[in-house]
C-alpha cells in the first residue's frame, strides 16, 4: 500500500491485509509491524479494520456425513433413470436413446457397483462409506481405502486400508458358513465376521482396538492373535511383535463424533495428532518435553484449538502458513 | 482469490470424462456449498435437493461446461440460483427465513483480541450493531472475506450490478458499524 490516508474501509478491503488478519505468520506480522512504524497515522483506521475482520465470522452449519453420502447416491441412481426422463419422438430415436443410455447406464453402474473404488479423507475430514454387503465404514482424516465394488457370495469380503478407520462389520451367512471379511492393514492382515472395531495403520504399526464381538490378526509371517471387546492390539513393523493392552475403546473411536481424546498422553503422542489429522510438521526443540503429559479433547477438524490450548501450557511456536510447530523455548528470542 | 490448488485441472479433467474428477468436485465442494445455502434458508432439505439437481446438470452437461477460471464461483452461482428459485416458487413459509437470521453474524467471544476489546455493555452495542448490516451487506462480506471471492465473482455470484456496487455494499457496512460502535471511546 502507499502513501495517503487510508480510512478502515481501505484496510478490509486490501486483499494483502486481509489475508495477515486472518492468517499470520511471522514474515506478514512483520511486514505490518514495520509498515505501521513507518505509518503511524495509520495505526487507529488499521485496528479497527482488524477488529471488523475478527468479529464478522458467521454461524456455521456442517451436513452429516450421511446428508453427503445419502446426496451422492440420489445423483448416481438419478444417472441410471436417465431413459424416463429423456423426451423422444420417433421410435428410432427411442430405439438409438435406449442404447446410448443402456450402454451409459452400464458404463455408470459397472463404475458404480463393480469396479475397484478408493475412498480417501484429506485432512481434517472424515467420511462414512458403506460398503457393498452393508458394512459401514468410517474413515478417519487423511486415510485410503480400497475395495471392490462388487463382493460375490462365497469369497471372503475385503478391503485395504491406509491411515485409520472404523469397521461396523455385518454378520454374513452363506451355505457353506459364515463369510470372513478381511482388513488388510499395514503389516497385518484383520480377520472378522461381524464386528466394530478401529483400525489404524500409522507410523509403521498398525493398531486394533475392539468395540464389540471378536477378531484375529495375523502378521505377514503368521503370528496370530485373538482380541477381546476392550482391549487394544499393537504390532510394530520393526520388533515384529504383538502387545496387548486393555483400554477404552470409546477412547479411539471418538474422531468419529469429531472428538480426538488425549488421557495422560505424552506430548509426542499429541504431535503426533496433529500431524496425523493436519499434516503439521512437529518438532522438539526441548527433547525434555516429549515426555510431558497432557489431558484433553479436542475437536477433529480444527488445529487452531489444539495450538492455542497446548500453546498455553507449553512453550510452542506456530508457523500456520507452512504447518510447523516447535515445542521449547526459541533459542534466538530477545527476552 | 484462494483456491485449492488443481481446481481448474480438476475441472478439465471432468469436463473430459473422468468420473473421479467429478466424484473430487463433490467431495471438495458439497460441505461448503451446503453450509453457502444454509445461510439462505433452514431447511435443509430443499438444500439437499437443489444440490442434488446442481451436481446432476453438472454431470449431464459435462460436454456442453465452459472453462471456468474458478469453479468455486461457478457451483456457488448455480446452487444461489437454484435456491433462490425454489424458494420462490414455493408457497410454504417455514422455508423462508427472517432476514435477521440470514447471513447470520455470530460474535466469536472467545477470540482473545474481541475478549480484550470489549466489555459486557460493549458487547451488547456491537450485537444491535451487526443487526444493523442488511442481508445483502452481509452476504456481500460472507463471500468477499469468508470465502475469499474477488469483487468480480461476488458480482457475479449475487448478480450485482458491478463491481463498485459490491464495493459500496461493503463500505457501507463498515462504515454503519463504525458509525454505530467503533467510535465509541472503550
Known amino acids: ?335 | 482469490m484462494k483456491q485449492p490448488t488443481g481446481d481448474i485441472e480438476l475441472w478439465e479433467e471432468f469436463r473430459n470424462g473422468s468420473d473421479a474428477a467429478f466424484a473430487r468436485i463433490y467431495q471438495t465442494y458439497f460441505r461448503l456449498l451446503y453450509n453457502y445455502g444454509c445461510q439462505f434458508c433452514r431447511d435443509g432439505e430443499l438444500i439437499k435437493d437443489c444440490l442434488q439437481n446442481l451436481f446432476i446438470d453438472l454431470r449431464r452437461n459435462r460436454t456442453n461446461l465452459s472453462v471456468v477460471y474458478s469453479v468455486k464461483h461457478y457451483l456457488y452461482t448455480a446452487l444461489r440460483h437454484k435456491l433462490v428459485r425454489e424458494m420462490s416458487a414455493t408457497r410454504n413459509q417455514s422455508v423462508h427465513l427472517p432476514d435477521e437470521y440470514a447471513f447470520e453474524i455470530v460474535i466469536p467471544y472467545e477470540d482473545q483480541l474481541i475478549a480484550r476489546q470489549f466489555s459486557a455493555g460493549q458487547r451488547e452495542m456491537l450485537e444491535r450493531a451487526l443487526q444493523h448490516l442488511t442481508k445483502r451487506q452481509r452476504e456481500v462480506i460472507f463471500l468477499k472475506f469468508y470465502e475469499n471471492m474477488s469483487y468480480e465473482e461476488v458480482v457475479s455470484v449475487m448478480q450485482l450490478e458491478d463491481v463498485k456496487s459490491a464495493r459500496n455494499l461493503v463500505y457501507k457496512a463498515v462504515r454503519s458499524l463504525r458509525d454505530m460502535f467503533l467510535t465509541q471511546p472503550c
Open chain 1, 1 to 335: 500500500m502507499d502513501d495517503h490516508l487510508y480510512s478502515a474501509e481501505d484496510f478490509i478491503t486490501d486483499g494483502h491485509f486481509q489475508d495477515w488478519v486472518q492468517n499470520p505468520s511471522p514474515e506478514s506480522d512483520q511486514y505490518w509491524k514495520n509498515w505501521f512504524r513507518e505509518h503511524p497515522g495509520h495505526l487507529k483506521a488499521a485496528e479497527e479494520a482488524r477488529l471488523f475482520l475478527r468479529m464478522t465470522r458467521f454461524r456455521q452449519y456442517v451436513p452429516t456425513v450421511a446428508d453427503e453420502a445419502g446426496v451422492w447416491h440420489r445423483i448416481g441412481a438419478a444417472e441410471a433413470k436417465m431413459v424416463s426422463l429423456n423426451p423422444w419422438r420417433t421410435l428410432w430415436r427411442v430405439a438409438a436413446g435406449v442404447l446410448l443410455l443402456l450402454a451409459a447406464a452400464g458404463g455408470w453402474y459397472f463404475y458404480q457397483y463393480a469396479g475397484p473404488a478408493t475412498v480417501s479423507t484429506s485432512y481434517a475430514q472424515t467420511r462414512i462409506v458403506t460398503l457393498p454387503d452393508g458394512s459401514v465404514v468410517y474413515l478417519n482424516a487423511n486415510s485410503h481405502l480400497k475395495y471392490n465394488r462388487s463382493w460375490p457370495p462365497p469369497h471372503d469380503r475385503e478391503v485395504w486400508l491406509e491411515g485409520e478407520a472404523f469397521f461396523e462389520v455385518t454378520k454374513k451367512r452363506t451355505a457353506g458358513g459364515d463369510v470372513r471379511f478381511r482388513v488388510h492393514a499395514g503389516a497385518l492382515d484383520v480377520e472378522v465376521l461381524g464386528t466394530r472395531f478401529d483400525v489404524n495403520t500409522r507410523h509403521q504399526a498398525t493398531r486394533v482396538v475392539l468395540t464389540e464381538g471378536k477378531v484375529r490378526l495375523r502378521s505377514e509371517d503368521n503370528q496370530e492373535m485373538t482380541i477381546k471387546p476392550g482391549e487394544l492390539a499393537h504390532f510394530h513393523e520393526k520388533e515384529g511383535q504383538f502387545r496387548k493392552q486393555s483400554v477404552d475403546p470409546e477412547e479411539y473411536s471418538a474422531w468419529r463424533e469429531n472428538r480426538v481424546i488425549f488421557n495422560e498422553s505424552t506430548l509426542e503422542e499429541v504431535a503426533r495428532g496433529l500431524e496425523d489429522y493436519f499434516g503439521y510438521q512437529v518438532s522438539f526443540a526441548d527433547p525434555a518435553l516429549r515426555s510431558r503429559t497432557f489431558q484433553g479433547t479436542f475437536p477433529a477438524d480444527n488445529p487452531e484449538v489444539w495450538l492455542n490450548t497446548l500453546s498455553r501450557s507449553f512453550p510452542l511456536r506456530v508457523d500456520e502458513k507452512n504447518k510447523k510447530a516447535v515445542f521449547g523455548a526459541d533459542p534466538g528470542a530477545e527476552q
